[in-house]
């Protein structure tokens, strides 16, 4: 279906702008068209166009996870499995999950990882449209220390040379994005401590300036304080994690980076987990609480923060992206702005803030239609009625019986 026409008792062109009580959109070729009171928009469209109706729900734009691993099954040990699929099984594999965060409304996915370029290869298809699934924008293969965190993806530097090369071939092999695994982190067996630095200052400026080169920005996985100093002092994009740790297990937070972080306009995605509310279980109340303490602290900053699942590590399955969102509640921030880090903020900080994360003339119509309202309880966003990716609805059963 080219050109169709939705109405809602709701719309939220800006999550954290004005609502449109009974508001329309109108899409066309993939594309919105128009947006605004229902009777404006229906004068200006032929009356024969095909209306879907949904008096009792609200359009908002499509969600964004920015960061993800398709690659990873979320099970108890994916890098196992994925050791043990050949590239034809973990590419079907991939498609499910990209089918999975779609269905629950994400239309697009930053994918921070995986092997072979199969990312790649997943978003072209889905971009040919031989396959249904999000936007996808790929870091294709991380670089890391030999041996270090997530080494068995491919992607082990070691010098300037081989830092150039890799980046070079990333960008060859059609990356959206760079991903440098500034410190380590806990899903590599044996691999360096999740607080230890992996890279210096200078070899992270020259990852920097080898991806401008081909206009690419740059994720930097930081959970150490000194990693994520380094990072900031690099000049990188976005900081995914940013958990402030330190060695012996506790958390160094420093006002100068935080300020720094803001004043040089780098996102912070901290990937939270899905199943954050079992941390308490698994740690105890209060080192449950002091590590929820630093990302209120960050907020508190003012360091700008979107939103991410880490989908495909242990336990975090795909679709999760709503328990991700309701964590940032939990630490008290207004329903608005937590939506609005999963749609125009994660657009903004992804580089695709020109096309997407707004429902507005000209953007690619990348919607989601849900029961209720979502400004009042964040469960509504679970209440999935309909999801139009790129102006085309998944699954196609949701264009009946509304």
């Not at 994360?357 to 919607?367: K, M, S, T, V, W």
Request: charged letters at 20%; proline letters at 6%; aromatic letters at 4%.
């Amino acid at each position: 279906m080219d050109e169709l026409l939705l109405t809602a008792g709701r719309v939220l062109p800006d999550p954290c702008g004005e609502i449109l009580t009974d508001g329309a959109v109108h899409v066309r070729t993939g594309t919105i068209a128009a947006v605004g009171p229902r009777e404006e928009v229906e004068l200006r469209t032929p009356p024969e166009l095909p209306t879907l109706s949904f008096p009792d729900a609200t359009v908002l734009p499509g969600l964004i996870d920015a960061h993800v691993h398709l690659a990873f099954d979320a099970g108890p040990d994916p890098v196992t499995v994925l050791g043990e699929a050949d590239d034809e099984e973990l590419l079907s594999a991939m498609t499910d999950r990209a089918q999975q965060l779609l269905r629950s409304g994400v239309t697009t996915v930053r994918d921070l990882g995986d092997r072979n370029g199969l990312a790649a290869r997943l978003r072209n298809r889905i971009m040919r449209q031989a396959v249904a699934g999000p936007r996808i924008l790929t870091a294709t293969t991380p670089l890391t220390r030999p041996g270090g965190h997530c080494w068995f993806l491919g992607g082990e530097v070691a010098g300037p040379e081989s830092i150039r090369a890799l980046v070079r071939r990333n960008a060859g092999s059609g990356a959206d994005v760079i991903k440098v695994m500034v410190t380590g982190g806990g899903l590599t067996r044996g691999g360096p401590a999740v607080w230890k630095s992996q890279f210096t200052v200078e070899e992270l400026r020259l990852v920097v300036a080898e991806a401008r080169r081909f206009g690419l920005p740059v994720a930097a996985h930081a959970h150490g304080t000194e990693g994520i100093a380094a990072a900031v002092a690099a000049g990188v994009d976005t900081i995914e994690h940013c958990t402030w740790m330190a060695e012996g297990g506790g958390f160094d937070l420093r006002d100068e980076v935080a300020a720094d972080i803001v004043a040089g306009g780098i996102w912070v995605c901290p990937a939270t987990h899905p199943n954050w509310r079992a941390l308490t279980g698994r740690v105890g109340a209060e080192r449950a609480e002091e590590m929820f303490s630093s990302l209120r602290w960050m907020v508190q900053q003012g360091v700008p923060v979107i939103a991410g699942t880490d989908a495909g590590v242990p336990r975090a399955a795909f679709g999760g992206l709503v328990d991700s969102l309701e964590f940032f509640a939990h630490l008290g921030m207004p329903l608005e702005r937590v939506i609005t880090m999963a749609t125009t903020d994660a657009a903004r900080a992804l580089g695709i803030g020109t096309r997407t994360g707004l429902i507005r003339e000209g953007y690619r119509a990348d919607l989601l239609v849900v029961t209720g309202n979502p400004l009042d309880s964040l469960d509504a966003l679970r209440r999935v009625r309909l999801v139009l990716a790129d102006g085309r609805p998944f699954p196609r059963r949701s264009m009946a019986g509304t």
